[in-house]
């Protein structure tokens, strides 16, 4: 069982970066990779990135490549989502998960969530 908490969230201008963070109960963070998904109101939650259990590996959709980044620090339990030059179609709710398998864009793959955080980008 692993239980993710993510943080980091808020309201911020065209542009602007915020970086979020996810962390995870269990003693076996090492072992899941991990992704970031995120959802816009009456919209099914679309893939963000993802990264595996050695954070070696690192996948982004096609809208936030080059602006986002993905990074995990195994030791803290944390996965970290860096964001740059956000823009107003990136507000959303974005979601921390937790995959047995591999890091990979199917959200079925993901076996653990969080509760979400809130992503608010004005014009």
């Known amino acids: 069982q692993v239980q993710l908490v993510e943080s980091g969230g808020g309201v911020v201008q065209n542009g602007d970066s915020l970086r979020l963070s996810c962390v995870a109960s269990g003693r076996t963070f090492g072992n899941y990779a991990l992704g970031w998904f995120r959802q816009f109101p009456g919209k099914e939650r679309e893939f963000v990135s993802a990264i595996n259990w050695s954070g070696a590996g690192t996948y982004y959709a096609d809208s936030v490549k080059g602006r986002f980044t993905i990074s995990r620090v195994n030791d803290k339990n944390t996965v970290y989502l860096q964001m740059n030059r956000l823009k107003p179609e990136d507000t959303a709710v974005y979601y921390c998960?937790?995959?047995?398998?591999?890091?990979?864009?199917?959200?079925?793959?993901?076996?653990?969530w969080g509760q979400g955080t809130q992503v608010t980008v004005s014009s």
């Open positions: 998960a937790a995959s047995t398998t591999a890091a990979t864009r199917v959200r079925s793959e993901y076996r653990y």
